[in-house]
């Protein structure tokens, strides 16, 4: 049937070619803007995927400008460790020099203490933005270490932030103290007594550490006839349990940072022995104190069943409100003016290079942790990155041939439009 009234032909042309222009349209789009997804109306699961995975990649470029912020930190803390390494291997020197009998020990020793005093400066400018993790003499809880930004955790909770935390290592010369009243004060809570058996081990792995707790190694052998050692060398108490004023006054002390296990305890003990036995002049043969993990190891060949050499690890409470010394406490006391103090020294030295080159190594791990979280997290964004623009982005290649092909089809569209608009006309020969 024909109609003058109503084309069908032109209709479907007509919407055919107005679909055609839709589509051109969206094409056209598509290539300006390089996004086949570009808002929720395009495809709103898509977009809502990339727009999540978009804050990702934004939250993760704040955590390597906070991982940036952490590595810059832990290399001006090395290397000031790593300088403080090197003017305790020039008082070593010193020390070395101070060994001789023909020599100006007065004049040595002012350069000992003028390096110490440059240790002092290095320590108190190694800080990056306010940040000195040189310092650990805090008794709050968590102020021996730093927590970094490391990485973003997403579950069906959310998003979550995880830190890494970076650990401080004190190389200050502060002095400890331990209060002389207040707190709870337990003598004894570790002993061994060498006899006959000549060894024993002090077992602390019960003690709890708390920061600013105090603790006191105590000595008392029993020699009367001071046939294999001379006793008073190996009192430090006036009897064979320390007491709460004696512990106050005690050079065998150390009071514990926040971060320290009873192993970081028991190796400042030891420590702290063997400068006290340099100085006094007790060989390893007459006491041994070596820390083992939680606890202390203790030898002596001289001992026997009379003869008897008791130790003892004491403990005050962190509320008696003590001071925490620096790591390189035993600094302080170096004095190489006399002969005995040159040899004891030498001890001591040896000591603390021992523990800031460990302090410079731990530094250096945790700057190549940091840097090694970094090139992940940029890894990883640029993986996200790339998943998003699968998701969205345009394919240019196929956009272009279908542009193509759509310019086309709107050419024959325009030509069938044309067709079914003068199919009517042909009703005009009927009337001739």
């Not at 100006?104 to 940040?131: C, P, T």
């Not at 064979?240 to 006054?249: F, V």
């Not at 026997?304 to 600094?331: H, K, M, P, R």
């Amino acid at each position: 049937m024909s109609s003058i009234l109503t084309n069908e032909g032109a209709s479907i042309a007509l919407q055919t070619l107005h679909q055609i222009s839709l589509n051109i349209a969206g094409t056209q789009q598509e290539i300006a803007t390089g996004r086949r997804v570009s808002s929720a109306e395009d495809n709103a699961a898509v977009w809502a995927i990339s727009q999540t995975m978009q804050a990702d990649v934004q939250g993760y470029k704040r955590v390597s400008d906070s991982l940036s912020l952490g590595s810059a930190t832990l290399a001006v803390a090395r290397d000031a460790s790593e300088t403080v390494a090197e003017l305790l291997t020039e008082i070593k020197g010193k020390i070395v020099s101070a060994q001789g009998e023909n020599v100006d020990r007065s004049k040595i020793q002012s350069n000992v203490d003028a390096l110490r005093d440059q240790i002092g400066a290095v320590v108190e400018m190694a800080q990056f933005n306010g940040l000195n993790l040189l310092k650990n003499s805090d008794t709050d809880t968590g102020s021996g270490s730093e927590a970094v930004l490391g990485f973003l955790r997403r579950d069906s909770l959310g998003v979550t932030g995880a830190d890494i935390d970076i650990g401080k290592r004190d190389l200050t010369t502060n002095a400890s103290a331990i209060s002389a009243s207040g707190g709870s004060y337990t003598a004894g809570a570790a002993s061994a007594t060498l006899d006959a058996t000549q060894s024993g081990t002090l077992d602390a792995s019960g003690v709890a550490v708390e920061t600013g707790m105090g603790f006191t190694l105590s000595i008392f052998g029993t020699d009367a006839d001071e046939s294999r050692f001379v006793q008073d060398d190996l009192r430090t108490t006036t009897a064979t349990a320390e007491t709460r004023a004696e512990m106050a006054t005690a050079e065998l002390r150390y009071v514990a940072r926040d971060g320290d296990g009873i192993g970081d305890v028991m190796t400042a003990l030891a420590r702290k022995w063997d400068d006290y036995a340099a100085k006094a002049g007790i060989d390893s043969s007459v006491l041994s104190v070596a820390a083992s993990g939680t606890g202390l190891n203790v030898s002596s060949s001289v001992t026997d069943g009379t003869d008897t050499i008791a130790v003892n690890l004491n403990t005050v409470s962190a509320d008696a409100d003590n001071t925490i010394g620096g790591g390189l406490e035993i600094l302080a006391g170096i004095d190489v003016s006399t002969a005995t103090g040159a040899t004891a020294a030498l001890t001591s030295i040896e000591g603390l290079l021992d523990y800031t080159i460990a302090a410079s190594a731990g530094f250096g791990s945790d700057q190549n942790r940091l840097e090694t979280q970094q090139k992940f997290n940029d890894k990883l964004s640029d993986a996200m990155i790339s998943g998003i623009g699968t998701l969205v982005d345009t394919d240019m290649e196929e956009a272009t041939a279908r542009l193509q092909a759509l310019n086309v089809q709107q050419q024959l569209a325009v030509q069938a439009l044309s067709i079914a608009n003068t199919a009517p006309q042909s009703l005009l020969s009927l009337f001739r």
